[in-house]
């Protein structure tokens, strides 16, 4: 990574260039992944290598260890958020994001995966302003004005 800062690569999501947005967006999520170290970032990805295999009980619980292991470490909260998510387990998804949030509220994955959540639980004007949260941060990530449109359309 370059000497770019953090507060730099999150105002690079806001350039209007879309390569300069990518290569915010890959920078903090690297960032993210490495800041509570090598043996937390491994077992991260050993988890995210099980999301992709959906062995999802697994990668729950290799998750689950990481938050005990690095309760400090907001992406180790992210990823059991994600999984917990694609169990359909919504409420305890919930809970994760807000850990998330709680130690990095610039998240604009977990702004976005709390809105996921909330959405799939009916919760729509709450959904809403979790997709507004993420936006303000990832202005061009679309996905978050679709699922706004979404929410809308079930509340009229």
Not at 124 to 143: G, N, S, T
Request: with cysteine.
């Amino acid at each position: 990574m370059n000497d770019k800062t953090l507060q730099e690569f999150l105002n690079d999501l806001k350039n209007t260039d879309p390569a300069v947005r990518e290569t915010a967006t890959q920078a903090l999520w690297t960032t993210w992944h490495r800041e509570a170290g090598e043996l937390a970032e491994f077992q991260l990805n050993r988890g995210v290598a099980l999301m992709a295999e959906r062995q999802l009980d697994q990668a729950r619980e290799n998750f689950a260890d990481l938050c005990e292991k690095f309760p400090d470490f907001p992406e180790g909260h992210n990823k059991l958020a994600t999984v917990l998510y694609l169990m359909g387990r919504y409420l305890e998804s919930v809970i994760e994001c807000d850990i998330t949030l709680e130690k990095n509220p610039h998240h604009f994955g977990a702004w976005n995966g709390k809105g996921l959540c909330l959405y799939n639980l009916g919760k729509f004007e709450e959904a809403i302003l979790c997709f507004q949260r993420a936006l303000e941060i990832q202005p061009y990530a679309d996905v978050n004005l679709h699922y706004i449109g979404r929410c809308r359309r079930k509340l009229n």
